[in-house]
């Protein structure tokens, strides 16, 4: 059973950093990529950034230059270092991955930046 459990999530204050896990189980294979998204009360999910296994991305413009996304080599894990975090980047932050036909999400953890 696969399963996606993020981790790191919490209440900061502007300027402050955080780093996210995510770490996926259930498999013998790794993944081709795992995708970091984020929910804002009354906003549409974003995509965040996706790790992959041939290399790592930040997609949103919004973040880019502060976020950094990091996969190990050989793990289904991927990392979220949030750095000069903004009252606005206060979401909910999940991760998914997908195999074949099947997408899986993780519960997701809050990060609440106040200003």
């Known amino acids: 059973q696969v399963q996606l459990v993020e981790s790191g999530g919490g209440l900061v204050q502007a300027g402050e950093s955080l780093t996210l896990s995510c770490v996926a189980s259930?498999?013998?294979?790794?993944?081709?990529?795992i995708d970091w998204y984020r929910q804002a009360p009354g906003k549409e999910r974003e995509l965040v950034a996706t790790?992959?296994?041939?290399?790592?991305?930040i997609s949103a413009d919004s973040v880019r230059g502060r976020f950094t996304v990091s996969r190990p080599r050989n793990k289904n894990t991927v990392y979220l270092q949030m750095n000069s975090l903004k009252p606005e980047d206060t979401a909910v932050y999940s991760c998914?991955?997908?195999?074949?036909?099947?997408?899986?999400w993780g519960q997701g953890t809050q990060v609440t930046v106040s200003s």
């Open positions: 790790g992959r296994i041939a290399g790592s991305a």
């Open positions: 998914k991955t997908r195999f074949r036909e099947h997408t899986f």
């Open positions: 259930g498999v013998k294979f790794l993944f081709d990529s």
